[in-house]
């Protein structure tokens, strides 16, 4: 169902391009453009910028650099893009964590209704928890039973990022077991301690862990998508773990100051669109276990409208607060 809904956004944004074209705005950028990244380096956000910065560069006669400002669970950087100048040469890359964190931080420094706008919806996944490979118990049922001891921490990218939630929701309402989270500055950093043993798991989105997984540095416990994922095909969902009918997807998406020219964020908004029907690009999102999004500028902000709605209802039903 998600994937026949990405895809019709995407055909519709396609539909659009030639009225855009008519919209261009000429001279922009003028400049390099850089893309502010929510989270440390290895995590879904920055796996995105990477491959959008590749294939940004040449269509806008400007080098795109990735600049990592990890922090308040994406906060900070959403904080530091909402005050730039807004002329679209510095954007934001951030998950869906932008959704979650107004309902979980009291001082988000910006308004995240007003002052960004979503102005590409570029990939999801589902999240994945993994587990240290000396920890015992292999499937959800044997790691929430020996989590009822009340020993067990997880590691995530951050307080309010959808990994977070998930283990919330899993294991405090679900499993009915205490777990204590630890929150780090990044995916990579939450799987580091998994690897080290700080943590006894680590939520996360799924792109971040996978080649972990097929190392053997960390064991994929379940996913939280619908079906098994195809670069994990030996991970067995939540769903058939035990929780009939529970789904959660991290997205990623670019984000301009608010007062951004409209005709720049149409730009950005259909090479965006461009890059998402490049063979390669769609082949290097399956492969780290993304699927493309899309869609036009209303469509993003309805988009983000109904995912600020449903993360604060989660967000209430779990009692989850910024660590």
């Known amino acids: 169902m998600q994937r026949r809904h990405a895809l019709r956004l995407i055909a519709a944004a396609a539909l659009a391009l030639p009225v855009l074209a008519a919209a261009q705005p000429s001279g922009w950028p003028g400049r ?13 956000a920055d796996i ?10 040449e269509p806008l006669g400007q080098s795109v650099v990735v600049d990592n400002k990890p922090g308040a669970g994406g906060s900070l950087a959403s904080s530091q893009v909402a005050r730039a100048e807004p002329d679209g040469t510095t954007l934001l890359v951030n998950t869906s964590s932008y959704a979650v964190n107004p309902a979980m931080q009291r001082n988000l420094g910006f308004d995240a209704e007003k002052d960004l706008t979503l102005v590409a919806l570029v990939a999801s996944s589902p999240n994945l928890i993994v ?5 015992p118990g292999r499937s959800l049922k044997e790691v929430i039973d020996g989590a009822k001891g009340g020993s067990y921490n ?6 309010g990022t959808t990994p977070h939630l998930t283990a919330e929701y899993l294991f405090k309402v679900l499993g009915k077991v205490p777990v204590t989270h630890a929150p780090y500055r990044g995916a990579g950093p939450a799987l580091n301690a998994a690897m080290a043993g700080e943590v006894q798991m680590a939520s996360v989105a799924l792109p971040a862990a996978v080649e972990l997984v097929k190392a053997g540095r960390v064991r994929g416990l379940v996913v939280t998508g619908s079906q098994r994922s195809p670069v994990l095909p030996e991970v067995p969902t939540v769903a058939e773990s035990g929780f009939p009918g529970f789904e959660d997807v991290t997205w990623v998406g670019v984000f301009a100051p608010a007062k951004t020219p409209e005709a720049v964020m149409q730009r950005l908004n259909r090479e965006v669109t461009r890059i998402q029907q490049d063979a390669e690009f769609r082949t290097r999102l399956a492969a780290a276990g993304f699927e493309p999004l899309g869609g036009t500028l209303p469509e993003a902000k309805a988009y983000l409208g109904r995912e600020l709605a449903k993360w604060a209802k989660v967000v209430k039903e779990t009692g989850a607060q910024a660590d």
């Open 154 to 159: 997880y590691g995530t990218a951050g307080a």
């Open 48 to 57: 995105i910028a990477r491959l959008l910065a590749a294939r940004l560069a």
């Open 131 to 135: 587990t240290a490979p000396q920890l």
């Open 32 to 44: 390099p453009v850089k893309l502010v990244v929510a989270f440390a380096p290895a995590g879904p």
